[in-house]
């Protein structure tokens, strides 16, 4: 506060104007998010008839019971959970080996390689091509195509192999090859210890893209059993309904109707538990990874 007295005028009119825009915009992303939690809490009755709008209206777990006595959401879960994990797994070791080969000076043609990394970030072949190659590998239908065609994000691998080149100075390499290191021993003993801020930045970025994606998953799975909980979300928030023959209760299902709304807010809480439980674990890397992987190209 003794600072801001000591403001001009015109820096206090800035300083003001600037709060209340960022306010405003604050308010404008928070509010969404509480009209969903509200509405998830909610009687159907009271969301259909559109009395939500701040706080709960008759309140109601109807919408999390429907949800969670419903087969295909227990199925998507389970699916979004493996291509999460087995996904995320797959992109990191691919990306930081990956990173970390470019980094090296000794590399024949390393600028090369970098270039048409970062050429397809640019130009791709786009949806039919994709589609051709993904068939002609026996894919289609397969967990594999939402695995392996995405298994390097080349923005992620620039920002990885820049952090190995700023943060690992080459000295360590130098040394641990007068021990008598191999580059496999180097890479796994001195360079995965040495980027746990990166790795927390790639299992942020490629996790939460796994648990939200949905496109792939529309374009190349047929199967409803391998579909990820997002296509679910997707179906019924496209249909506006839920098929009811998929839910256990039978009493749920005589009032499923009523209930549509609810059920989707309650949906959308439900998918984004797992990314609000594990983002605090990682945010403390977030910045920092970002930023010393960002200061070279």
């Excluded at 209340?20 to 404008?28: A, D, G, Q, R, V």
């Excluded at 990191?92 to 080969?101: D, I, K, P, S």
Aim: glycine share 6%; hydrophobic share 50%; net charge positive.
């Amino acid at each position: 506060m003794h600072k801001f007295k000591r403001y001009s005028w015109n820096d206090k009119a800035f300083y003001i104007i600037t709060i209340l825009i960022l306010t405003i915009f604050f308010i404008m992303v928070l509010y969404p998010c509480i009209f969903v939690v509200s509405a998830s809490f909610s009687s159907g009755t009271a969301v259909q008839a559109g009395k939500v709008v701040l706080f709960p209206v008759d309140f109601s777990l109807e919408g999390y019971k429907t949800v969670f006595n419903t087969k295909t959401v227990w199925i998507g879960f389970a699916n979004s959970l493996f291509y999460t994990f087995v996904g995320t797994a797959i992109n990191v070791a691919m990306t930081m080996t990956a990173g970390y080969c470019l980094s090296r000076k000794d590399l024949p043609g390393r600028n090369g390689i970098m270039l048409l990394f970062t050429f397809t970030m640019f130009f791709s072949g786009g949806l039919i091509p994709s589609y051709m190659v993904i068939q002609n590998l026996k894919m289609i239908n397969t967990r594999w195509a939402l695995l392996i065609p995405g298994a390097i994000g080349v923005y992620n691998l620039i920002v990885c192999r820049t952090f190995i080149i700023n943060t690992i100075p080459t000295e360590l390499l130098e040394a641990s090859q007068i021990d008598g290191c191999s580059d496999i021993k180097y890479y796994f003993k001195v360079v995965i210890p040495l980027s746990k801020a990166i790795l927390a930045v790639l299992v942020l970025f490629y996790g939460v893209g796994h648990w939200n994606a949905y496109f792939n998953a529309m374009i190349y799975l047929h199967d409803k059993a391998l579909y990820p909980l997002t296509l679910f979300l997707r179906e019924i928030l496209m249909a506006s309904q839920i098929d009811p023959s998929t839910v256990q209760d039978p009493e749920l299902q005589a009032r499923l109707q009523d209930m549509v709304g609810v059920i989707k807010y309650a949906l959308i809480m439900v998918s984004m538990i797992p990314v609000l439980l594990i983002y605090p674990f990682v945010q403390k890397y977030f910045v920092k990874g970002v930023m010393i992987g960002s200061v070279k190209g």
